[in-house]
């Protein structure tokens, strides 16, 4: 390359300088892993990795510690909070590119995007503040009484209402990752060719037609990707669900108790961390959350370079 | 019903259902966003950043500490964000442009940046915290800046990628060096669009409270070292909104509003300067 050939020290010095600051990235990504296995190294040698990422048991008095509860919570929210955000944030997408008049278009894809920025924090007061007594005292009672009743599905619906529960917390979480889903999905959808959309309305198709034979499945790999990467937004969120979930370590039954995630327990125990095991295990729960959020990013960077990769051609 | 009729009423019915879910989600985002600018009107007050805080349950009292902490603390992490982020996209785009490890590091800086805040957190915590015995606002600044140098990079990338290979081969003729050409032409054309990424990433880590909960911690009293544990106003926000007074609420609502309109405003501004200068 031309670049090289130009053996001037000022050049040498500044691409030395330029390769230093990129790989920062390299080194916190490694720095972070090895730090995170260092320091749980003491739970890790005490409880090893099977037995601490099944056992129930979180107790500080005794120091036993296990990730179970924890774990068990996180996926309960990520899932029920993907169950209402999907939809909606795909919903939000053909409305938007297929559905809406061309002067709301615009608008509305600005406005999705200006939610997006708007930080966690905000999500978790408002969610402890304006949505937890609606839950409590409308949402919440309504179900009891619809499906409370019935058989298998009644022991979601056991127990007080507070408004300081799964439910709660997953419904914030599932709001706050709409803008986001929303906004991949829509520039996934906007990616697909309108020839090939036209030619789809020239033989007759409906609206409707266009979209779910057309459109999803040329924008499939994008879509799917942007929903892994909402997923892993979501397993690692803390301050909108540490307001509304209590950090109560159990393996919550009813969506109307207060459970505990992964984050919210870090949130609420770290600086509290009286013993070493309890510190080394609260770094171990890090650990896993790292690990699993790390490999669930990969996967959707995965799909959306390939989606990208078939629509450059 | 022939089939014909339908399919215009499936068709018709599925957007209407679509349309629906559209409805519902902006609903509730407009919501939120009405909720916390109404209560936080009614908490400003000019003593809300001049007061420091108020013994606990007391009130009146301001947080001019949470105020001034959070800027502290924002501007440390844009001074070492920035510089590291727009010089390693540099390399990216221009050194190792095309090659494995530009495109390794692109992917990796893409994943660091949804990467689960409060891990980077715990990691600060580890390295600069705990071998100090104290909290600093230094660390909490770092924490901000491991989030923020990724943002930086990938829009800096993205945007030196932007400038044509012929606006270089152009300078190399005149016998430029290649840093040069970085600095005095390259970085010339993308100015605007780094700019940008500069305020957006300031935007998100801006909002950022997950990091700082156990790196610069919390500060009842004003303090401007940095080296010791420091206020800012989303730690303040989780610790006032969680707590039992009615005039700590007010106050976190108040906090959240210039929060979010913070936020909002450096987002609508670099939207602004793309479109001024992408659209022409």
């Known amino acids: 390359m031309a670049i090289y050939s130009q053996k001037k020290s000022c050049d040498l010095f500044f691409s030395l300088l330029t390769a230093a600051a990129s790989l920062t990235v390299i080194i916190f990504i490694i720095g972070i892993l090895v730090v995170l296995i260092k320091e749980s190294s003491l739970a890790l040698g005490k409880f090893g990795l099977v037995n601490f990422l099944a056992s129930t048991v979180w107790n500080p008095v005794t120091g036993i510690f296990g990730a179970a509860t924890t774990i068990y919570g996180t996926f309960v929210t990520t899932a029920l909070a993907l169950v209402f955000a999907i939809p909606t944030a795909i919903g939000i997408a053909v409305f938007v590119t297929e559905i809406a008049p061309n002067f709301l278009k615009s608008p509305i894809g600005i406005a999705i995007e200006l939610l997006a920025a708007i930080p966690s924090i905000i999500y978790g007061m408002w969610g402890l503040f304006t949505l937890a007594p609606i839950m409590s005292k409308y949402v919440e009672p309504a179900l009891q009484k619809t499906f409370g009743k019935l058989p298998f599905i009644s022991t979601l619906f056991e127990g007080t209402p507070l408004g300081i529960d799964l439910l709660t917390a997953s419904v914030i979480l599932g709001i706050m990752i709409i803008p986001f889903t929303a906004s991949i999905a829509r520039d996934s959808f906007n990616l697909t060719p309108a020839v090939v959309k036209e030619s789809a309305y020239a033989i007759g198709a409906t609206q409707w037609e266009v979209v779910k034979n057309v459109v999803l499945p040329y924008s499939k790999l994008g879509v799917f990707g942007g929903v892994a990467l909402s997923l892993g937004r979501a397993l690692g969120e803390t301050m909108a669900v540490a307001f509304v979930l209590g950090n109560n370590h159990k393996i919550a039954t009813s969506l109307f108790d207060a459970a505990s995630t992964i984050t919210v327990s870090l949130a609420n125990e770290f600086t509290e961390a009286d013993s070493a095991i309890y510190l080394s295990s609260l770094y171990y729960l890090a650990l896993v959350l790292f690990v699993m959020s790390f490999i669930i990013l990969a996967i959707s960077k995965f799909f959306l370079l390939k989606a990208e990769r078939k629509y450059s051609r | ?280």
């Not at chain 2, 019915?13 to 109404?38: N, P, Q």
């Not at chain 2, 908490?43 to 007391?58: E, M, R």
């Open chain 2, 1 to 280: 019903m022939n089939l014909e009729n339908k399919r215009k009423v499936e068709s018709f019915i599925a957007l209407a259902l679509s349309g629906l879910a559209a409805a519902v989600g902006l609903f509730w985002l407009t919501y939120i966003l009405i909720d916390v600018l109404i209560n936080g009107i009614g908490a400003l007050k000019v003593s809300l950043f001049l007061n420091d805080p108020a013994p606990a349950g007391v009130e009146g009292g301001g947080l001019r500490n949470a105020f001034v902490g959070q800027l502290m603390i924002t501007f440390t992490a844009t001074l070492i964000g920035v510089p590291v982020g727009v010089l390693g996209g540099t390399f990216l785009a221009e050194y190792a442009r095309g090659r494995k490890i530009s495109r390794a590091i692109s992917i990796l800086s893409d994943i660091m940046v949804s990467v689960p805040s409060i891990v980077v957190g715990a990691f600060v915590y580890a390295i600069l915290v705990r071998p100090l015995h104290h909290f600093s606002g230094w660390a909490g600044a770092f924490a901000l800046s491991i989030i923020m140098i990724p943002v930086v990079l990938r829009t800096t990338e993205d945007m030196l990628s932007l400038v044509p290979w012929t606006l270089r081969e152009a300078a190399f003729a005149l016998g430029a060096p290649y840093y040069k050409v970085i600095i005095q032409v390259v970085y010339r054309g993308a100015a605007t669009g780094i700019l940008t990424g500069v305020l957006l990433s300031i935007a998100r880590v801006a909002g950022e409270t997950a990091p700082l909960l156990f790196t610069s911690f919390n500060n009842n009293f004003h303090s401007t070292d940095m080296s010791g544990p420091m206020a800012s106003l989303t730690v303040t926000i989780f610790q006032y909104a969680m707590g039992p007074y009615k005039s700590w609420h007010t106050q976190a609502w108040g906090a959240s509003f210039v929060i979010t309109l913070f936020i909002l405003a450096l987002t609508i501004l670099g939207r602004m300067i793309i479109k001024w200068r992408y659209k022409r």
